[in-house]
């Protein structure tokens, strides 16, 4: 699990390696907003608890990209990896089945790459659907494709925590917490004080 560096806006950045963010620390660079105790990093002078949630204290000027390509991660995630025609999630697949992107209207017959004709289908209805409309082989979407969320869609490939995701939706909304927290790993998340008996961790990087 890494660390939610956010910018001095507030506006969420990336995901750091947590020695990477006890580094910006440590240089003064950022300040800690949340810490999971029950990891400990500890050097020759201190114990350190591993930050979730860092803020830079200088502001830092990013490039906007508005518009992704397709893709099949962000398309997998868009549809919350389900095939859009059976409905069966990629831990409910078999044998050698797969996700796979389908052209709603195919690509052979003009359709084109673009967020609003590709869809998620599992590999047995992918190859049941070949190169035909979904009508025409007695299949139905169940949704429609459209354009994504991109900051969602970013965050949530990253699968943060419960902590982050609220830092991540306090900056962007409340459409995209509820989404982030959809997504969620649960089994990352602190869920109380430092255990007693929770390794410690040697930070060569403290002086």
Request: with cysteine; charged share 30%.
């Amino acid at each position: 699990m890494g660390c939610l560096a956010l910018n001095a806006s507030y506006e969420p950045l990336t995901i750091l390696p947590v020695e990477r963010a006890l580094r910006l620390v440590f240089d003064r660079k950022a300040e800690v907003l949340e810490a999971d105790d029950r990891r400990i990093y500890r050097s020759a002078k201190e114990r350190v608890a591993a930050p979730l949630v860092i803020r830079l204290k200088r502001f830092v000027h990013v490039p906007r990209k508005f518009r992704r390509q397709v893709t099949n991660t962000f398309l997998f995630a868009r549809d919350g990896y389900r095939c859009m025609y059976c409905g069966r999630t990629k831990t409910q697949l078999r044998g050698r089945e797969f996700l796979t992107r389908d052209h709603v209207l195919p690509l052979s017959r003009g359709g084109l790459n673009t967020w609003d004709n590709v869809a998620t289908a599992c590999s047995g209805c992918n190859n049941r659907k070949a190169s035909h409309l979904p009508e025409e082989c007695g299949m139905h979407l169940m949704q429609t494709p459209s354009e994504p969320n991109y900051v969602e869609l970013v965050w949530a490939v990253r699968r943060v925590t419960r902590v982050q995701a609220k830092y991540i939706g306090m900056f962007y909304g409340d459409e995209v917490l509820d989404a982030l927290i959809r997504h969620a790993d649960d089994e990352h998340e602190p869920k109380g004080p430092a255990a007693e008996h929770e390794p410690v961790r040697h930070l060569a990087l403290v002086s």
